[in-house]
């Protein structure tokens, strides 16, 4: 722990004339009709080798920097639709997740073996009542409703299975606010989802002219997310 602290008080001296300032969250609806995160070097979890039914457990290795992710909960694999309980998202083709599966509350949890800032999902049929909330060690780093996500967008959330506007991939880029986890939940039907993706792309600092107090605040923010990473790093190469 101390040898930690000592990482981040350097990492504070060295950043504090440096103009750098924590980059904040930022999300982003990809073009209409694209199926595919935004961030070339994201992990995409493939569903389609998984049979139909109930997903209480999965587990998918990306076999590379990104690590590996656990999913758990009330989650369904399907690729049909049934009308007041799940639809495919427009334009999708294979398997995809609905979140609530009997029931019409569901959460499913992914958890990462590796801190990331990025996580994309195409999201069909959006509706307001569903939400995606991002944690770092038990800590709610950001959540968003699906009406969050339309007024950020310019989208619908009003759960149209086939209307562009309702049916877009969200990208969300959480700068140097790195996550171990991601919760969907949803308090009624549907929340389905397809191509889920994840990963850990270079953290792009902002500027400010000058040093300041805010230039420090957001150094320290900076320097903690960058122990993180290293923390998570090693952890993954048994350093």
Known sequence: MNRQRCAILSALLSLAGSGAVA???TVTAGD???LSPEYNSATVVNLDA???GALPYYFFDSGGPNGTVTLTGT?????????????RPAGTTGNYLTVSDTTKDGALSLTFSVEENYFGLYWGSIDGYNSITFFDEGQVIATY??????????LAPDGNWNDASANRYINFYTGDNFFDQVVLSTTDFGFE???????????AVAAVPEPSSLVLLGSAFTSLALARRQRARRRVCGI
């Open 193 to 203: 989802v397809a191509n889920i993706a994840y990963g850990d792309p270079p953290i």
């Open 23 to 25: 980059t904040p969250i």
């Open 145 to 154: 409703s699906g009406d969050d996500i339309a007024a950020m967008t310019g």
């Open 75 to 87: 989650a369904a694999v399907e690729n049909t639709s049934i009308v007041n309980a799940y639809a």
């Open 50 to 52: 998984l049979a139909s």
């Open 32 to 34: 209409p009709g694209s």
